[in-house]
């Protein structure tokens, strides 16, 4: 593991960013690229009240089924920075994947929690991040509590149509069975608010696609790696960096190791080639006995000089495996010399005030999982909007985020020593 905490190298050595091209992968959200504009454009208003910086945040652009963008301004006394900003879509599959019929879904999800619980999968995740182990069994026995209470109401129901009612046999039966759908259904919202259905649905299709089995992420990883492919030879940005959040740090991986396969050149030659992975969930996945194909991919990643991966982890965000290492702690024994990642630990309260945490993290784990990719209300080592609009490059930024942050003066502008963008 290459951890974050090297001498800060001196930033007039490397060239600052003055193009950036952004390709960012999402997690396992029906959202879509609406959806993560609007939480983009609301977030940039809260970034730019601590960074006074002139900006310009160009509108949504739905380009194809498989990307849209948006662009992006950023400019300080001294340096200025565009970001072109595309967004790999993957809601088409997401929602017709929570479209399917209930007697589909809750099946296959029966069927992950068991196949976890045999193979012992589970109990490797509560091992190694026992927090992200129980959130998994909190979301498992959601839907069986689901399912329990239903039937359980639907047969009380029953139960006492037949005693004291003194209903015929067939007609107690009869409204039992209504009495469990009407219980079911009205539990319904109370699911989807807790995201029960949504993350039962996700991991299903995540293991198919960790143990290299024809999975609905194929398509966009195909489309993914060719996009970097085509940016790569369009040299048009002076970094490309490939984001993947939650379930996408998963997904991310697997665009940049099939764009390497396509071309193995790409990392090779000009612009640089960045794997920035966000709180993932990638090694909850890569734990589980069978998912050799995703291990393999980390392995690959582990050991290839011509793309820098950075995996940022945070304590505060239980979705996510903090202070560890994501070759080694999978398993993953590599031959050569080791070169990634660079694990990047985040600190929430050096991002949030005190006030900010309490009232709108503390007790929301889903909402400290998307802090990662949100504005902080205080300057920090880690700001995701520095990092994918501000001018020094990522792996820079990675390395020496403490000293770096603070060169920036109250204006943004870099020190003379740093030079211009």
């Known amino acids: 593991m290459m951890a974050a905490a090297e001498p800060a190298a001196d930033v007039a050595q490397a060239a600052l960013v003055r193009r950036r091209h952004v390709i960012y992968v999402e997690g396992y959200d029906p959202q879509g690229a609406e959806g993560y504009y609007r939480l983009f454009e609301r977030s940039w208003q809260r970034f730019l009240r601590i960074w006074p910086l002139k900006t310009r945040l160009g509108p949504l652009q739905i380009e194809s089924q498989d990307f849209a963008h948006w662009e992006i301004e950023a400019a300080a006394p001294n340096w200025h920075v565009l970001t072109r ?11 017709a994947n929570m479209a399917e019929p209930l007697v589909r879904q809750i099946p296959r999800a029966l069927a992950w929690a068991f196949d976890y619980l045999a193979s012992g999968a589970l109990i490797r995740v509560l091992r190694t991040r026992w927090e992200f182990g129980v959130v998994l069994l909190y979301f498992q026995l959601m839907l069986i509590s689901w399912m329990a209470l239903a039937i359980g109401g639907g047969w009380l129901v029953a139960l006492a149509a037949a005693r004291a009612l003194a209903l015929p046999a067939l007609a107690s039966v009869a409204l039992g069975i209504l009495a469990a759908f009407a219980i079911w259904i009205a539990l319904r919202a109370l699911t989807d608010r807790w995201f029960v259905l949504q993350i039962n649905n996700h991991w299903p299709h995540l293991c198919a696609f960790a143990r290299g089995e024809p999975s609905c992420f194929d398509a966009s990883i195909e489309a993914g790696a060719r996009r970097v492919i085509a ?191």
Not at 322 to 335: E, S, Y
Not at 340 to 349: A, E, G, H, K
Not at 394 to 411: M, S, T
Request: with cysteine.
């Open 85 to 95: 900003y595309e967004f790999l879509r993957q809601e088409h599959f997401i929602r």
């Open 231 to 421: 940016a790569v030879r369009a040299n048009a940005a002076d970094e490309i960096v490939v984001v993947g959040h939650s379930g996408g740090g998963a997904i991310a991986p697997a665009v940049i190791t099939r764009a390497l396969d396509l071309d193995p050149g790409i990392g090779r030659r000009e612009p640089r080639l960045v794997l920035l992975t966000l709180g993932s969930i990638a090694p909850g996945a890569a734990l589980h006995p069978r998912a050799a194909p995703l291990r393999g991919m980390f392995a690959r990643l582990a050991i290839e000089p011509s793309v820098t991966w950075v995996d940022a982890q945070s304590r505060k965000d239980v979705l996510n495996f903090w202070d560890f290492d994501p070759v080694a702690g999978i398993g993953v024994r590599v031959a050569g010399e080791r070169c990634n990642p660079i694990v990047w630990s985040v600190r929430y309260r050096d991002m949030l005030s005190v006030e900010f945490y309490g009232t709108r993290l503390r007790y929301n784990f889903l909402r400290r999982h998307y802090q990662l990719i949100m504005a902080n209300d205080r300057r920090a080592p880690y700001d995701y909007f520095m990092l994918v609009c501000g001018p020094i490059p990522v792996a820079i930024w990675a390395k020496n985020a403490d000293p770096l942050f603070r060169k920036f003066g109250p204006d943004v502008a870099l020190p003379a020593e740093c030079g211009t963008a």
